[in-house]
């Protein structure tokens, strides 16, 4: 009994680990170098996404509000920041800059427009996407339609050697060093401190919550705050690796959106896994199958909504 | 309405038909012209610039031709090809316009060109479209294209490649579609008859913006690579090929070191130096034409570009070539038109790159320019001309059985591992 129950709950492990296993093996063999670099080039581009969707799932985790502008966000921070950056000849001003006026605009909007719509779904939805396209149409006067690229310190931008990926884009690798410290300071700021243990009960009972005494406006506008930051953050630090134009807004949502869907709708950790999951799918398609690759990312989509609908990490409600 | 009844009527009616018929004499006196161009979509900038350049075509003769007064009407589509045929039918059946210029993008001209062939009646002229098959495949009667198209903007460049800069091995990348396809094959008919060899070939989504696993995957025994990319996909892989450590010299297509690119926003550029490329004009052409059509185009539209967009170049070509036809033949439409395109064929036009004639396809046999990027004494990145091919025909200037031998540009078509 005990065996049937193990390997029951170790099926999907076997079904999807086993022939990705082989196909490991066999890249590792046929060329090491480019199976470990596309690896790495996909951890990376998971780092980019994670620190996008992650502020998505927290708002959704506790609002209950599809943010659809979110990309607006993510772009909105990024010229911002590159103002910034162009003006104080600082790469890490504009960082910041890309931060604190995303995550404004993220306070504006949560105290200015959802909380007079709150539990009204489809009219959330409708202002986001509203404000969505007023947001790129505003970016377009403003920026035009030009491609916009930062400049960070020469030591970041430069290529390091690594055991045999051989040289590699530093800055991907600081990326992906952000993102780790990112996720972990969101998990300690979620599971250590009062704010975060606000953000939970709210996530489990909101009602409660606000009957148990605590401001419960202050506790949304603040996870909105944050979860806006993130986007704008997400476009300095994207933007860099990349680059900025208009499109870029409907593309960082598009990606979040699978992103979270993938991993689970409000959870964070679920965010990391289903950016990994995409990042790795995006990369190695690229790698070995340019013409069907992009397929893979909706490949997984699909599975998961057939068998998981909650995603993977996520929990009904 | 014969001679002889109309005579007899405006006898008998007196001046209320006369007025009439002066009505109806005006009416012979302008020519209308339908315009389309993508004011909508990823093409709206160029589209807009499109529209200026038909514009400063017809202004520069104060909107007369063959005697007769030009009126313009202007239509717009997306870039779709469905969108750009109801949007020519909309000026062919209800505006009710002699010729048409447009459409702008690839697969939008040869639904035009489909669309063309039900109706016999009206002459049309392509705007900036540049899809081999257009005129290659099936082409109709009256459908007239005065610019070269892709696999011509890079005729050339191979041997360029091959025998001055001394590539002889060569990694492809290239966005996976029709137009790099054709960029491509004018590239490489040249370069692999020559003896070069392409060992590698990268065909990347469109937009793709991440490139660094197909960076990974280049081969390292290579003398250059070949980039077919353009605007923030060039941007793109550009930075991240650097950034990845990559330090082979470049060669470009018509549209991966153009203006939009060169003027990006942002500081590391100075890799792009030297970096050849080929297109039908170029930012520095030293030829008094084209500096009074730069000059014009300046003077004309103050909020345009800093220098006249491909788009503003190719409409303004195919509109000045309907002009010039409408001279030719005094102004004369009649007989469906037939005189009207006898013109047109045997056109030599004069162009600000140079002259233009058709072929039996009625497609156009025009100069390219071979360029590199060079930073003028501004700093400012421009496109230097290094070599001009003053003929390039659609068969990129090979025997007729030898290029349909190779056949149109695709994946795999041509190649030389």
Redesign the interface.
């Known amino acids: 009994m005990n065996g049937i129950a193990f390997l029951r709950r170790w099926f999907w492990v076997w079904l999807f680990g086993l022939p990705l296993l082989a196909l490991a093996v066999w890249g590792i063999v046929d060329n090491e170098r480019l199976f470990f670099a596309t690896t790495l080039n996909g951890l990376t581009l998971a780092a980019l996404y994670f620190l996008v969707a992650s502020g998505f799932t927290l708002v959704f985790g506790l609002l209950r509000n599809v943010n659809l502008a979110h990309g607006s966000l993510y772009l909105l921070g990024a010229y911002v920041g590159w103002v910034v950056g162009e003006w104080s000849d600082s790469w890490l001003l504009a960082v910041a800059a890309g931060f604190l006026f995303a995550a404004l605009m993220g306070l504006l909007l949560q105290i200015g427009v959802f909380r007079y719509m709150h539990g009204e779904d489809l009219r959330q939805t409708m202002a986001t996407i509203a404000l969505s396209i007023i947001a790129a149409d505003v970016a377009l006067w403003i920026w035009g339609g030009q491609i916009y690229q930062f400049d960070p310190p020469r030591w970041i931008i430069g290529s390091t050697a690594l055991p045999i990926v051989g040289k590699f884009a530093t800055y991907r690798l600081v990326l992906l060093a952000m993102a780790i410290v990112i996720g972990l300071a969101l998990w300690w700021f979620l599971a250590r401190t009062r704010v975060g243990m606000m953000i939970r009960a709210g996530v489990d009972d909101r009602a409660m919550l606000s009957a148990s005494g605590v401001n419960v406006q202050m506790v949304f506008a603040i996870t909105f705050a944050i979860g806006a930051g993130l986007a704008g953050f997400a476009g300095v630090v994207g933007g860099t690796a990349l680059s900025i134009a208009p499109g870029e807004d409907t593309r960082y949502l598009l990606a979040s959106l699978v992103v979270v869907i993938v991993g689970g709708m409000g959870s964070v950790s679920g965010a990391a896994l289903g950016a990994v999951l995409v990042g790795l799918a995006e990369q190695f398609g690229l790698a070995y199958a340019p013409t069907y690759g992009v397929v893979f990312t909706f490949v997984i989509m699909a599975l998961v909504l057939a068998f998981r609908p909650h995603g993977i990490l996520g929990r009904r409600t | 309405m014969t001679e002889r009844t109309r005579m007899l009527i405006g006898l008998l009616a007196g001046a209320a038909v006369a007025t009439v018929l002066s009505a109806a004499a005006q009416a012979q006196e302008t020519v209308k012209i339908g315009l389309l161009a993508t004011l909508e979509g990823p093409f709206a900038?160029g589209g807009q610039d499109g529209m200026r350049g038909a514009e400063l075509a017809v202004k520069e003769r104060n909107g007369m031709a063959g005697g007769k007064k030009i009126e313009i009407i202007k239509a717009s589509s997306d870039a779709k090809p469905d969108v750009a045929v109801n949007a020519t039918r909309k000026l062919v059946e209800q505006d009710k316009v002699q010729i048409m210029v447009g459409p702008l993008s690839g697969s939008e001209g040869i639904a035009v060109k489909d669309y063309s062939k039900s109706q016999p009646g009206i002459t049309f002229i392509n705007g900036s479209s540049g899809a081999q098959a257009t005129t290659l495949v099936n082409p109709s009667p009256n459908f007239f294209r005065f610019n070269t198209e892709g696999a011509q903007w890079m005729v050339g460049l191979g041997d360029y490649a091959l025998n001055d800069k001394k590539y002889k091995k060569m990694a492809l990348i290239a966005e996976?579609y029709a137009f790099p396809y054709s960029q491509v094959q004018g590239f490489m008919a040249g370069y692999c008859k020559l003896g070069g060899k392409v060992t590698h070939k990268?065909?990347?989504?469109l937009?793709?913006?991440?490139?660094?696993?197909?960076i990974?995957?280049l081969p390292t025994d290579v003398d250059a690579l070949l980039v077919v990319l353009g605007?923030?996909d060039a941007?793109?892989f550009l930075?991240?090929y650097?950034?990845?450590?990559g330090d082979k010299p470049m060669v470009g297509g018509s549209i991966t070191v153009d203006q939009?690119?060169l003027?990006?926003?942002?500081?590391?550029r100075d890799s792009l130096l030297g970096t050849p490329a080929a297109g039908p004009m170029a930012d520095s052409i030293d030829t008094p034409e084209w500096k009074k059509f730069v000059a014009d185009y300046k003077a004309n539209f103050k909020d345009g570009f800093p220098s006249p967009s491909l788009f503003a170049y190719v409409y303004y070509i195919n509109m000045k070539a309907a002009l010039d036809g409408l001279d030719a033949v005094k102004g004369d439409l009649s007989g469906n038109q037939e005189k009207y395109r006898e013109a047109l064929k045997n056109l030599k036009l004069k162009t600000p790159t140079g002259e233009v004639t058709l072929d039996e396809n009625r497609q156009a046999i025009g100069p390219t320019f071979i360029t590199e990027v060079a930073k003028g004494a501004d700093g400012v990145f421009y496109n230097k001309v290094v070599k001009t091919l003053p003929k390039v025909d659609q068969r990129l200037n090979l025997p007729k059985e030898e290029f349909e031998k190779m056949g149109l540009g695709s994946r795999d078509v041509p190649n030389c591992p």
Do not use: C, H, L, M
Request: aromatic share 8%; charged share 25%; glycine share 14%.
């Open positions: 900038a996976d990268a065909w990347v989504p937009g793709g913006k991440d490139y660094s696993s197909v990974a995957k605007g923030s941007v793109n930075s991240q650097e950034q990845a450590g939009t690119v003027n990006f926003k942002g500081k590391r």
